[in-house]
C-alpha cells in the first residue's frame, strides 16, 4: 500500500471560541464536530484527519495551545520515516459581517485589535515577531489559494480569495502559524466563514469537509 500514490496528508484544525459581539462562533461547531461528520461522509482517500482544537480568542491565549498541537505534529512526522507524510494546518475563523468564505492568502506582522481579545489585550501596531522587522512584513501561504478557491466555487460554494486576514486574532494566529509552516516544511491554511444565520450549519460543514478534501487533492 505504501508505494502507491503520494503519502497520505494529514490535516490538523482548529477553531476559536465566542468572542466580543459573537456569542456562539460557527468554528467552534464546525470544528468541534468536524470528525463525526467526516467519518459519517467518508473519510477521502488518503486524508487523515488530526487533532481538531478550538482556541482562545485572545492573541497569547490562543497562541501557546497552538504550539502545542504545532510541536506534536511535528513530533509525530519525525518519529515516521522521512517524508513519510504530509501535514498541513487549517484554520477556521469567523468574520461576522461576511456572506461569502474566504481563503486568506497570507498574514500581516501586525497586531492591532479593533477590541479587546478574550484576555483583555488590544494592541495598537504592534510587530507580532518584532525579530521579523516591520509591521508591514507578510507571509505567504504556500498552498496555491486561488486553485482551491475555483474548485470550491465549481462545488457550488460561495467563496473568495482574500489577502487581507484582518489585524486581529485569526491574523495574528495564522502569522504564528505560517511562520511555523515555513519553518518546518509543512503547511498552513486560513479560512475565514460567516456567521451561521448568513450560511447555515449544514452548509458550513460540507464546506469544511470539501475543503479538506481538496486539500488533500491539490497538496
Known amino acids: 500500500m505504501g508505494s502507491e500514490g503520494p503519502p497520505a496528508v494529514t490535516i490538523h484544525v482548529t477553531g476559536f471560541k ?16 468536524l470528525r463525526e461528520y467526516m467519518k459519517k461522509k ?28 504545532l510541536q506534536s505534529a511535528i513530533s509525530e512526522k519525525d518519529s515516521e520515516s522521512a517524508n513519510s507524510r504530509r501535514i498541513i494546518w487549517v484554520h477556521f475563523g469567523v468574520n461576522s459581517g461576511a456572506t461569502r468564505f474566504a481563503i486568506e492568502q497570507q498574514a500581516v506582522n501586525e497586531a492591532t485589535f479593533r477590541c479587546p481579545d478574550e484576555m483583555g489585550w488590544k494592541p495598537q501596531k504592534v510587530p507580532i515577531f518584532p525579530a521579523d522587522g516591520e509591521i508591514s512584513r507578510v507571509r505567504e501561504t504556500s498552498i496555491p489559494v486561488e486553485e482551491i478557491t475555483r474548485t470550491l466555487a465549481k462545488k457550488g460554494y460561495e467563496v473568495i ?3 487581507d486576514a484582518g489585524r486581529f486574532v485569526c491574523n495574528y494566529v495564522y502569522y ?3 511562520r511555523f509552516a515555513e519553518q518546518n516544511g509543512t503547511k498552513s491554511l486560513f479560512v475565514h466563514v460567516p456567521l451561521f444565520l448568513t450560511i447555515d450549519e449544514e452548509t458550513q460543514m460540507q464546506f469544511a469537509a470539501s475543503l479538506l478534501e481538496v486539500l488533500a487533492t491539490l497538496c
Open 18 to 33: 465566542k468572542f466580543h459581539g459573537v456569542s456562539e462562533n460557527p468554528t467552534e461547531t464546525i470544528v468541534s464536530n
Open 42 to 69: 467518508g473519510m477521502p482517500k488518503g486524508l487523515i484527519l488530526g487533532s481538531c482544537n478550538i482556541l482562545e480568542t485572545a492573541g497569547h491565549g490562543a497562541v501557546a495551545p497552538l504550539y502545542q498541537t
Open 161 to 163: 480569495t482574500s489577502d
Open 176 to 178: 504564528h502559524s505560517l
